[in-house]
């Protein structure tokens, strides 16, 4: 069966996740230095792990969705939930600056709209049809 367009595109959007954190964790190992010293609620190894999971997380579904493999839709579902539960956590735990707080309102639009798309795109089931076991 031929993928359909939305899973590709959603698929595509998941690489895009994956390599996204992977540039944080590599730029944080990389200013591993300059971090530990700013003024961070955590340590620079939490944003580094965080992003190195999330990373081998979001490029492993990729290639689930991208085979239409049944793991990769439902494994989708759950990672992309809990990567948009992590980032509400950092923000509304770890952040510091009044900006994050100003653009909470666009943050949680933007938090509803891309879960409306995952979970509308994968749940639909005529694309549900469409995965394997």
Same mark, same amino acid.
Request: aromatic share 14%; net charge positive; hydrophobic share 55%.
């Given at each position: 069966?031929?993928?359909?367009?939305?899973?590709?595109?959603?698929?595509?959007? /998941?690489?895009? #996740?994956?390599? @996204?954190? $992977?540039?944080? +964790?590599? %730029?944080? !190992?990389? =200013?591993?230095?300059?971090? *530990?010293?700013?003024?961070?609620?955590?340590?620079?190894?939490?944003?580094?792990?965080?992003?190195?999971?999330?990373?081998?997380?979001?490029?492993?579904?990729?290639?689930?969705?991208?085979?239409?493999?049944?793991?990769?839709? /439902?494994?989708? #579902?759950?990672? @992309?939930? $809990?990567?948009? +539960?992590? %980032?509400? !956590?950092? =923000?509304?735990?770890?952040? *510091?600056?009044?900006?994050?707080?100003?653009?909470?309102?666009?943050?949680?639009?933007?938090?509803?709209?891309?879960?409306?798309?995952?979970?509308?795109?994968?749940?639909?089931?005529?694309?549900?049809?469409?995965?394997?076991?």
């Amino acid at each position: 069966m031929p993928r359909p367009l939305s899973v590709t595109f959603l698929a595509l959007a /998941v690489f895009c #996740l994956a390599g @996204f954190n $992977l540039l944080g +964790a590599v %730029s944080g !190992f990389q =200013r591993y230095a300059f971090l *530990r010293g700013l003024p961070l609620s955590v340590p620079p190894v939490y944003l580094i792990v965080s992003d190195s999971v999330w990373a081998l997380v979001f490029a492993g579904l990729g290639v689930g969705l991208w085979r239409l493999k049944h793991w990769g839709r /439902v494994g989708t #579902l759950v990672a @992309f939930s $809990l990567y948009v +539960a992590q %980032s509400w !956590f950092d =923000r509304l735990m770890l952040s *510091r600056s009044d900006f994050a707080r100003v653009t909470i309102p666009w943050a949680l639009g933007m938090s509803a709209i891309s879960l409306a798309l995952v979970w509308g795109i994968l749940l639909r089931r005529a694309v549900k049809r469409n995965f394997s076991m």
